[in-house]
């Protein structure tokens, strides 16, 4: 069965750190991959997504994410966080051969201190 | 609409009874899907509308569980007889194609007391 691991289920920065959350998944025919965020008290909204090509694929807000398929690697990174991207963050995969459901890790919640 | 419409956001009932759920896709968006979200964890895959049939059910936890689309656009999730175990955000996503990024709704917290 498809599974995601995120490393890290807390995470606090201070601001102009850099961020990198990890994200694994166990599926090894072809996927899509997504991350996600969740601003406190917002609805879950897409953050970037992979299909095929560029393993390197930029997001909103700065963000970008690396598709490591030797590893099953999906890692989010931001070179210089803000207090305003404290939020909850999700990784998730389909599996292309899966069926339809896109499978979420636990998530990270990371917290920017001003 | 501009989103996914979810309705109530809120919904306490009493273990036993039965509940609905609503949701509202972006117009347009055949691709449907319903997750389960519970304290501390990542969205749960419940079920995928493709147009108004439901094309993989493989994650309604039992037969408590049924979700229709009867026209394509506006879903219904039902919950019978109801258990404490069943709390938790119900949320509702839309999208233009399948396997793609999807758009979330608000969600439904149900509470059974």
């Known amino acids: 069965a498809q599974s995601v691991s995120q490393h890290n289920h807390h995470v606090i920065l201070s601001e102009a750190a850099s961020l990198e959350l990890g994200c694994n998944y166990s599926?090894?025919?072809?996927?899509?991959l997504f991350w996600y965020v969740q601003y406190p008290g917002q609805h879950l909204q897409l953050l970037l997504k992979y299909f095929s090509g560029d393993p390197l694929v930029k997001g909103i807000k700065g963000f970008e994410a690396e598709f490591i398929k030797s590893k099953f690697s999906f890692n989010l990174r931001k070179p210089s966080v803000q207090w305003s991207d404290t939020a909850e963050y999700f990784c998730a995969v389909n599996a292309l051969t899966g069926g339809f459901k896109t499978i979420f890790g636990a998530g990270t919640r990371l917290f920017v201190k001003a | 609409g501009a989103g996914v419409s979810q309705t109530p956001s809120n919904k306490v009932t009493e273990k036993g009874k039965y509940v609905e759920l609503r949701c509202d896709p972006i117009s347009g968006h055949t691709a449907l899907y319903w997750y389960r979200q519970s304290l501390g964890q990542g969205p749960e895959f419940l079920i995928y509308?493709?147009?108004?049939?439901?094309?993989?059910d493989s994650g309604l936890p039992n037969d408590r569980f049924f979700a229709v689309r009867p026209e394509g656009s506006v879903s219904t999730l039902k919950i019978q007889r109801t258990e404490r175990g069943d709390s938790a955000v119900y949320l509702c996503?839309?999208?233009?194609?399948?396997?793609?990024?999807?758009?979330f709704g608000s969600g439904t917290r149900l509470t059974v007391v």
């Open positions: 599926y090894g025919g072809t996927v899509n």
């Open positions: 509308f493709q147009g108004t049939g439901a094309a993989d």
């Open positions: 996503a839309s999208s233009a194609a399948d396997r793609g990024g999807y758009t």
